[in-house]
């Protein structure tokens, strides 16, 4: 069994920050990219940002210059530094991991239960 446990979110004021973070943990061999990604109501869900193994990050356009990405290998967790936050930034954020459960597995995505992140005056 792999389990992500996200935690951090919350409300906060336009222009405030937070921070997620998303402990991997389980029958892990080897973490691959991991990633949050996030679901506004009514809307689809959307890439925030991923970073692989390496360090490596790709960002949302709307998301560059506001949100960080950086992962710790060594306590198999992601987080998400979310600054000036927006209204709009408004919405249930999930983690994902590509992971494999031990040398002889296939990579498999894993998701989180999800985290609410409420910008409200």
């Known amino acids: 069994q792999v389990q992500l446990m996200e935690s951090g979110g919350g409300l906060v004021q336009p222009g405030g920050s937070l921070r997620l973070s998303c402990a991997a943990s389980?029958?892990?061999?080897?973490?691959?990219?991991m990633g949050w990604y996030r679901q506004a109501p009514g809307q689809e869900r959307e890439l925030v940002a991923t970073?692989?193994?390496?360090?490596?990050?790709n960002y949302a356009n709307s998301m560059k210059g506001r949100f960080t990405i950086s992962r710790d290998n060594a306590k198999n967790t992601v987080y998400l530094q979310m600054n000036s936050l927006k209204p709009e930034d408004t919405a249930v954020y999930y983690c994902?991991?590509?992971?494999?459960?031990?040398?002889?597995?296939?990579?498999?995505?894993?998701w989180g239960q999800g985290t609410q992140v409420t910008v409200s005056s």
């Open positions: 389980g029958s892990i061999f080897r973490i691959y990219a």
């Open positions: 994902n991991a590509r992971i494999i459960r031990s040398k002889y597995d296939t990579e498999n995505d894993y």
């Open positions: 970073i692989t193994g390496g360090g490596d990050t």
